[in-house]
T-cell receptor, first 114, second 117 residues
Framework: AQSVTQLDSQVPVFEEAPVELRCNYSSSVSVYLFWYVQYPNQGLQLLLKYLSGSTLVKGINGFEAEFNKSQTSFHLRKPSVHISDTAEYFCAVTRMDSSYKLIFGSGTRLLVRP | GAGVSQSPSNKVTEKGKDVELRCDPISGHTALYWYRQSLGQGLEFLIYFQGNSAPDKSGLPSDRFSAERTGGSVSTLTIQRTQQEDSAVYLC???????????????FGPGTRLTVL
């Protein structure tokens, strides 16, 4: 079975500061990795994904993440955050099989302060 | 519309009543997923449909939960004899069919917020 751990339930940060949201996963098989964002009262939107190839992936809104297989991590980073980045961020994995059902972490609330 | 739609957006029901939640996937998408987002359990997979294949029901929490997908398009999630712990946001997602063995992005709907009193 797969599991995802997001240790930080909330991350407060000042506007224009850098931020890192941590994600670790556990799996006995190879997985694909994702970060989703959920703005208040909205559905989930894909930020970025790692399927294969370069371990540094870039997504929308200036976010990027690095896959580290030895540390089973997929941390999300942004060099300079905006007020509009305030949202809930979810890390997720899926097995490389035909169903691709997503296993989510518990989420990290990013709170950007002016 | 171009995205996944769900109805109703909000549903308030009394304990013991049955509810039906609807999902309209993106036109042409063959895969459809239901997830549940609750305070206690976070985001969890419920059920998956792919074309005419038997659905993957491994995430359904009890036999009070069922889902069907008619004509390979619209899906209905039914919860019988609702309990307070069923209160959650129910999210639907759909994805297209690509080459065998390739991942296709899941697009999520806005969800249905279910409150069981």
């Amino acid at each position: 079975a797969q599991s995802v751990t997001q240790l930080d339930s909330q991350v407060p940060v000042f506007e224009e500061a850098p931020v890192e949201l941590r994600c670790n996963y556990s799996s006995s098989v190879s997985v694909y990795l994702f970060w989703y964002v959920q703005y208040p009262n909205q559905g989930l939107q894909l930020l970025l994904k790692y399927l294969s190839g370069s371990t540094l992936v870039k997504g929308i809104n200036g976010f990027e993440a690095e896959f580290n297989k030895s540390q089973t991590s997929f941390h999300l980073r942004k060099p300079s955050v905006h007020i509009s980045d305030t949202a809930e961020y979810f890390c997720a994995v899926t097995r490389m099989d035909s169903s691709y059902k997503l296993i989510f972490g518990s989420g990290t609330r990013l709170l950007v302060r002016p | 519309g171009a995205g996944v739609s769900q109805s109703p957006s909000n549903k308030v029901t009394e304990k013991g009543k049955d509810v039906e939640l609807r999902c309209d996937p993106i036109s042409g998408h063959t895969a459809l997923y239901w997830y549940r987002q609750s305070l206690g359990q976070g985001l969890e997979f419920l059920i998956y449909f792919q074309g005419n294949s038997a659905p993957d029901k491994s995430g359904l929490p009890s036999d009070r939960f069922s889902a069907e997908r008619t004509g390979g398009s619209v899906s209905t999630l039914t919860i019988q004899r609702t309990q307070q712990e069923d209160s959650a946001v129910y999210l639907c997602a759909s994805s297209g069919r690509g080459l065998a063995g390739t991942y296709n992005e899941q697009f999520f709907g806005p969800g249905t917020r279910l409150t069981v009193l």
